[in-house]
């Protein structure tokens, strides 16, 4: 060969395509639409997939650090909008998206979550009725887990004292709004289930948005609920309101004083 032309290396050329890849605007803030195949979620936490269309696919690789925020569980066959960016793996010379944040197409991300866990917990038998524990008919104490300052619980120890004022209440306060309130609801149900004078739980928060009531969504919370041993009444949220741990729970009451009302008998009531 001519001593004046140039020779690289496979290394530089990838580099060099590399270069070119991150330096292009329209590729480091791209979202791609298509659909989810080859889906693999590795041990270590990282996800690689493939996204096609019609013509043509592209291959994605979503890091742990990344989507451990995703809320849903991507699977083979779901039309995604992930954002991120294009660029090259050098080993090996192909580009491919790195994604930052992933959606699914046509419907929240949350409402997905939400139908994925109700029908894996489902599939599980969770909610099966003959596993639902009675709630007693005279419970003589009551504990009620929920946020301390909210009007859910002011509105449960009124109705249950104005119902049966001998009824004994131990309020367990906790989270019910966050990222770390399905830990602290676990926390709280578990802590609960170590005392032997408790007859029944009412677990309750006030209503809210699909964000706000979405700790009662949570896995670890309806878990929580079907290895209790002491019967459980979720009381979270309006009536058109419908969470995983209503699913989960030996009873759904529609408010938090509709929880009230299903804990304890009017003492009026039976005393006519």
Known sequence: MENNIRIYQVSEINRYIKGLLQGDP????????????????????HMYFTLKDGNSSLRCVFFKR??????????DGLGVVAH?????YEPDGVYQLYVQEMEPAGMGSLFLAFEQLKRKLEAEGLFRAELKKDIPFLPRKIAVITSPTGAALQDIITTLQKRSPQVDILVVESL???????????RAIDLVNKRPDIDLIILARGGGSLEDL???????????????????????????DFTIADFAADLRAPTPTAGAQAAVPDSAELKS
């Open 176 to 186: 019910v709004q966050g990222p770390a309130a399905a830990e602290d609801i676990e």
């Open 214 to 240: 979405w700790p009662f969504n949570e896995e670890r919370v309806a878990r929580a609920i079907h290895r209790s041993l002491i019967p459980i009444i979720s009381a979270v949220g309006h009536e058109t």
């Open 84 to 88: 991120g960016n294009i660029s090259i």
């Open 26 to 45: 329209v590729l480091q803030d791209i979202r791609v639409a298509g659909e989810l195949s080859n889906f693999k979620h590795h041990r270590s936490g």
């Open 66 to 75: 990344d989507n451990q925020r995703c809320p849903f569980r991507p699977e």
